[in-house]
């Protein structure tokens, strides 16, 4: 089986800044690619959050059970949150809503839930779906005190899994100075350390809804390495 016609945006944790790259890179393909924009899907939410932020700003014409077929009220783990709802995980719908997303659009940008080795069900995780699918991923990880470890860790995860990891990009959750992300998050070392690239540095934005703040930061992104459809086409 090949690779999907789909990016899996993953993290090492939760609140980590998937929602921020994936909005960066919805943003700049309608912005700047429109006839190549992507879909997106949220397979699975626990909690209120992402999928109402992606109907708000990209896609208010779409419902949200398309845009995230699988909703659990408590933020928690899938399969914990389920339980809670006398449910269980459908993974047999969300592949389903992947392939309908893959069929009527470009391509697809899918947003895991909390870090690649996050239950998505009591016997698998994030990293055991995205080798499962054949989905080629690209990494978050925040800037902070702990960055390397958590990219070396997650990395060596999807290598495990035989995963197809594109790169890495860092998002800073807070206003760091230069100074600061080259400490905590020294781009060269944890490319080396990891033996991953790292695509760039998201800044942070201020305005996160911001649709031209969020174009404008992945326009900053090494775009080409994640996917063939994603090379810049303003200078074009």
């Not at 005190?145 to 899994?161: H, S, Y």
């Not at 890495?168 to 959750?173: E, M, R, T, Y």
Request: aromatic residues 8%; charged residues 15%.
């Amino acid at each position: 089986m090949t690779s999907l016609n789909a990016l899996l945006v993953a993290g090492t944790d939760t609140d980590v800044g998937k929602t921020v790259l994936t909005s960066a890179l919805l943003a700049y393909w309608q912005k700047y690619r429109p006839a190549q924009a992507p879909a997106v899907l949220k397979p699975f939410q626990s909690g209120a959050g992402d999928r109402e932020l992606y109907h708000r700003l990209f896609f208010p014409e779409i419902s949200l059970d398309v845009i995230n077929p699988q909703y659990f009220e408590a933020p928690l783990a899938p399969p914990l949150a389920a339980d809670m709802e006398g449910r269980s995980v459908d993974l047999t719908l969300a592949w389903r809503a992947l392939e309908a997303s893959i069929q009527q659009h470009p391509w697809v940008l899918v947003e895991g839930l909390g870090g690649l080795g996050s239950p998505v069900t009591y016997e698998l995780t994030v990293a055991d779906l995205a080798a499962a699918w054949h989905l080629p991923v690209v990494l978050v990880v925040p800037v902070k005190l702990g960055a390397i470890a958590q990219a070396v860790a997650n990395v060596a995860l999807a290598r495990q899994k035989g995963i197809d990891l594109l790169g890495i990009v860092l998002n800073c959750p807070q206003p760091y100075t230069a100074e600061q992300i080259g400490q905590w998050a020294p781009t060269d070392f944890i490319a080396s350390l990891a033996q991953t690239p790292v695509l760039g540095v998201l800044p942070y934005l201020p305005s996160p809804e911001s649709t031209e703040a969020l174009a404008a930061a992945a326009s900053t992104l090494d775009l080409d390495a994640l996917h063939p459809t994603l090379a810049p086409a303003k200078s074009r």
